[in-house]
């Protein structure tokens, strides 16, 4: 349980950054076979250094991967790890915890 928590807390906080949030963004708009980074770049207006600094963070907490195609680093959105996260999230909404009391949670998505 812990080690599940840990990692989504550190998903979570990958994601707490505007910019990022933003280039995660961008990158699961991309193609399929990655986003470039210098697409990135030009699109969100900010410095290499800046861009690569924070794509560091969303690889290392494996929100994205990076593939290098000669001298153009691609990078693609890891969307297994993403739904694991959005269900974790939702995880146990609508099992009857100890909070649910009727009517249902809006999380369980009945009225």
């Known amino acids: 349980m812990h080690r599940q928590l840990d990692?989504?807390?550190?998903q979570l906080k990958a994601l707490g950054h505007p910019v990022r949030l933003s280039v995660l963004r961008r990158v699961v708009q991309g193609p399929e076979a990655g986003t470039p980074a210098g697409d990135l770049q030009s699109i969100l207006g900010i410095p290499a250094s800046t861009l690569s600094h924070h794509?560091?963070?969303?690889a290392e907490a494996?929100?994205?991967t990076v593939a290098r195609e000669g001298t153009t680093l691609r990078y693609r959105a890891e969307y297994a790890t993403l739904r694991a996260l959005t269900d974790y999230l939702w995880q146990d909404c609508c099992s009857g915890g100890r909070y649910?009391?009727?009517?249902?949670?809006?999380?369980?998505g009945r009225d």
């Open 7 to 10: 990692k989504a807390a550190a």
């Open 100 to 108: 649910a009391e009727p009517p249902a949670p809006p999380c369980c």
């Open 55 to 58: 794509l560091a963070t969303l």
């Open 62 to 64: 494996g929100l994205v």
